[in-house]
T-cell receptor, first 116, second 108 residues
Framework: GAGVSQTPSNKVTEKGKYVELRCDPI?????LYWYRQSLGQGPEFLIY????????DSGLPNDRFFAVRPEGSVSTLKIQRTERGDSAVYLC??????????????FGPGTRLTVL | DAKTTQPNSMESNEEEPVHLPCNHS???????IHWYRQLPSQGPEYVIH???SNVNNRMASLAIAEDRKSSTLILHRATLRDAAVYYC?????????FGKGTLLTVNP
């Protein structure tokens, strides 16, 4: 079956521009997560959705970052006034639910964002 | 703060077993131990997780110390496709806190 997909796979933008990154989770998965991975580091948690609502956005670095999931399926990560330090691979993951034990998260291939 | 300690890198030969260690000395009673791996240019992939008892699945085995302060991921017969960064993560909820992981090299 189809896994988590992310578009675009690569995005190059200029400092100060606005970007949107899209995530299509596995069908039927109620939980969706965004992570950011800088070169040589492990992924860093950004935000978690349960259904349509952001259950935990404590990982968003500042108010330039925002994410939505209006219908409880596709999610969009939005970054305003991009900075060179935002350059990273942005990973999306989904899980069937969140039982508290930490259900298996299925990751997409990521979007590589480069801010010039 | 990843709260786990892993060697930066390990090396193995193809078709031999691999034991990847992880220390999590400050683990709480409700924390699970998760292992994910990340192949080059891909997103992380779930490997296995457990709480207290040893766990086995089609990919690997997880051996958890009796005091739960350490664990070992066991790949029974390494293949070239197992070359990846392996992350040991402790947590009780959805928020996976990744460290830098162990880079496993598999020699043919």
């Amino acid at each position: 079956g189809a896994g988590v997909s992310q578009t675009p796979s690569n995005k190059v933008t200029e400092k100060g521009k606005y970007v949107e990154l899209r995530c299509d989770p596995i069908s039927g998965h109620t939980a969706l997560y965004w992570y950011r991975q800088s070169l040589g580091q492990g992924p860093e948690f950004l935000i978690y959705f349960q259904g349509t609502g952001a259950a935990d956005d404590s990982g968003l670095p500042n108010d330039r970052f925002f994410a939505v999931r209006p219908e409880g399926s596709v999610s969009t990560l939005k970054i305003q006034r991009t900075e060179r330090g935002d350059s990273a691979v942005y990973l999306c993951a989904s899980s069937l639910t969140n039982s508290g034990a930490g259900d298996e998260q299925f990751f997409g291939p990521g979007t590589r964002l480069t801010v010039l | 703060d990843a709260k786990t300690t892993q060697p930066n890198s390990m090396e193995s030969n193809e078709e031999e077993p691999v034991h990847l260690p992880c220390n999590h000395s400050t683990i709480s009673g409700t924390d699970y131990i998760h292992w994910y791996r990340q192949l080059p240019s891909q997103g992380p992939e779930y490997v296995i997780h457990g709480l207290t008892s040893n766990v086995n699945n089609r990919m690997a085995s997880l051996a958890i110390a009796e005091d739960r302060k350490s664990s070992t991921l066991i790949l029974h017969r390494a293949t070239l496709r197992d070359a990846a960064v392996y992350y040991c993560i402790r947590g009780s909820n959805y928020k996976l806190t990744f460290g830098k992981g162990t880079l496993l090299t598999v020699n043919p």
